[in-house]
Nanobody, 116 residues
Framework: QVQVMESGGGLVQPGGSLRLSCAAS????????MSWFRQIPAKEREWVAT????????ICTDSVKGRFTISRDDAKNTVYLQMNDLKPEDTGVYYC?????????WGQGTQVTVSS
């Protein structure tokens, strides 16, 4: 049974930091591309970052470059999203997705709220 579970969301002030974690099981994690998406209110879900199998660093969408970093620990079957210098427009529900040989597995999401 596949499980994908995000954690680490919360309320943070502008300029603050959060680290999201996503633990996955039920597929061979080290062979999967892992991604973060977010759903901002009144907008469609958008891609944030991806790290592929064997990579030490991933890629991020332009709006978060220089502020967000995606990483993975294959020994822990976990992918992380380090978010620095958070802005109110980063507020939303953040989702983790595993792509294992074209099979997509989503988590339930974790809420991130950036507000003073």
């Amino acid at each position: 049974q596949v499980q994908v579970m995000e954690s680490g969301g919360g309320l943070v002030q502008p300029g603050g930091s959060l680290r999201l974690s996503c633990a996955a099981s039920g597929f061979t994690f080290r062979d999967a591309a892992m991604s973060w998406f977010r759903q901002i209110p009144a907008k469609e879900r958008e891609w944030v970052a991806t790290i592929v199998s064997g990579d030490l660093t991933g890629i991020c969408t332009d709006s978060v470059k220089g502020r967000f970093t995606i990483s993975r620990d294959d020994a822990k079957n976990t992918v992380y999203l380090q978010m620095n210098d958070l802005k109110p427009e980063d507020t939303g529900v953040y989702y983790c997705r595993g792509n294992y040989w074209g099979n997509y597995y989503w988590g339930q999401g974790t809420q991130v709220t950036v507000s003073s």
